[in-house]
């Protein structure tokens, strides 16, 4: 089983739809869950940080965490063509260094 | 708003010669990561570096790679004998340990995609 594993896509949606992503996981020792929003050939932006279960919310987007089912959501409202972008899963443990483990994105398209 | 930032943007070699990738990581931040994204797979963790040295590493950062942090400001990937296989987008990222709670993430530079011809 793979470490994060994430629905590459592409997900096309209408302007204005509610998005839903979603990743699982395996390893039971992350504690910290981000969502990056990566543009073609550039860097991952980090968008939504969430430590432990729980919900957490920003503007349009919000960020769920079940541990328990090992199962993390990015929900995004009312949804922009400026949204179109490959969003990224990712992962940590605690400790000072931990390394990010990333799921592969999600390409999503929002049609105008 | 601080940013990382890498240079070149874009890198073409040929196989068996040295690369080094530079990225100047945001002021205040302490950790300092690099990763690598091969087209169409997912970002891969590379190597960690804190207080000027490794503190983790992949099984992907065999001794051809190496880093540095030569002066107070860059922080750099050096690939020996490039490979045909190490042709991938590298991104630094850097992390602070202070303040708010979201900015102890990791941000990512803009990437330096390595061509190894």
């Known amino acids: 089983q793979k470490e994060v594993e994430q629905d590459p896509g592409p997900l096309s949606v209408p302007e204005g739809a509610i998005v839903s992503l979603n990743c699982t996981y395996s390893n039971s020792a992350f504690q910290y869950f981000m969502w990056y929003r990566q543009y073609s050939r550039k860097g991952p932006e980090l968008l939504m940080y969430t430590y432990s279960s729980g919900n957490k919310e920003d503007g349009r987007f919000t960020a769920q965490v079940d541990k328990s089912s090992k199962y993390i959501s990015l929900f995004i409202r009312d949804s922009q063509p400026s949204d179109s972008a490959t969003y990224l899963c990712a992962m940590r443990g605690s400790g000072g260094y931990q390394k990010v483990t990333f799921g592969i994105g999600t390409k999503l398209q929002v049609i105008p | 708003e601080p940013e990382v930032t890498q240079t070149p943007s874009h890198q073409v070699t040929q196989m068996g010669q040295e690369v080094i990738l530079r990225c100047v990581p945001i002021?205040?931040?302490?950790?300092f990561y690099w990763y690598r994204q091969i087209l169409g797979q997912k970002v891969e963790f590379l190597v960690s570096f804190y207080n000027n040295e490794i503190s983790e590493k992949s099984e992907i950062f065999d001794d051809q790679f190496s880093v540095e942090r030569p002066d107070g400001s860059n922080f750099t990937l050096k690939i020996r004998s490039t490979k045909l296989e190490d042709s991938a987008m590298y991104f630094c990222a850097s992390r602070s340990t202070s303040g708010r709670r979201s900015y102890n993430e990791q941000f990512f530079g803009p990437g330096t995609r390595l061509t190894v011809l």
């Open positions: 002021s205040n931040h302490l950790y």
